[in-house]
């Protein structure tokens, strides 16, 4: 460093020393300004706490439309894919991981957008804001997966089927939706590629499945699948039961950030 470098770095340094001083002398009028905005807020009445359900009402209004576009499109996915499949009760597993794929970006919305913090900083816990979107993604796929189910029984079976067709639509949605809670429960920084991996990895499993080992859509339904559908039924509802209680003691249940 030569002398000019020097001389140069002295002046900026007094001259921040010297905006110090200045600074400091307000210092006291600073002081009673906050004094006076903070009296001027415990004057102020608070407000009553959203109840749950006007809650989800804000936050179907701003989710509605992803909502619908994303579980459209997966219906007329399984639609199509039911359509040119081989009728066979083996197949519908195949594609209803799309349900719990629809799901995701709704779920994770905040950690696209970068939103995770404000998300944080609301009256309302993340636990809070996850159910609200939980419920209303979950409205939308017991809907969607209602017409799937009628359209399954019209075109692969009769009700005698109707135990089996529920049975292979239900299990493979609810291990999809408790590892998709797990992760956000994890709070993960890359959870939603993972869900997607996740849900997409599902269809490919269970793809591979009925070619390898189709005895296994054979067993009745009180063997494999029925146990399969009590086991992550337990799991399922264990996780909800976690978002329900860390609602109550206000916490987040792993936002996602």
Avoid: H
Wanted: net charge positive; aromatic share 10%; charged share 20%.
């Amino acid at each position: 460093m030569n002398n000019r470098q020097l001389k140069k770095r002295l002046r900026s340094s007094l001259q921040g020393m010297i905006r110090q001083e200045q600074d400091f002398g307000r210092k006291d009028e600073t002081i009673r300004l906050c004094g006076e905005i903070m009296r001027g807020q415990t004057a102020v009445p608070a407000g009553p706490r959203l109840g749950f359900w006007q809650f989800l009402a804000g936050v179907f209004r701003f989710t509605w439309a992803p909502i619908v576009l994303f579980q459209t499109g997966a219906l007329l996915l399984a639609g199509l894919f039911l359509a040119g499949a081989p009728k066979e009760l083996r197949y519908i597993p195949v594609y209803v991981p799309l349900f719990v794929l629809a799901v995701i970006p709704v779920l994770f919305q905040g950690q696209y957008f970068g939103t995770g913090e404000l998300e944080a900083a609301t009256r309302s816990s993340g636990a809070q804001i996850v159910l609200a979107k939980l419920v209303l993604s979950g409205a939308a796929n017991l809907v969607c997966m209602t017409v799937l189910v009628l359209l399954e029984v019209r075109l692969l079976g009769g009700r005698s089927d109707l135990g089996r067709i529920i049975l292979y639509c239900l299990v493979p949605y609810l291990v999809c939706a408790t590892v998709l809670l797990q992760l956000i429960r994890r709070r993960e920084k890359n959870g939603m590629p993972r869900a997607v991996a996740m849900s997409l990895g599902s269809c490919l499993f269970w793809r591979l499945s009925s070619r390898v080992a189709p005895g296994l859509y054979e067993v009745s339904a009180a063997g494999i699948w029925a146990a399969g559908f009590a086991v992550f039924l337990v799991f399922f509802a264990r996780e909800i039961y976690f978002i329900v209680k860390a609602d109550k003691e206000g916490k987040m249940y792993g936002t996602v950030l």
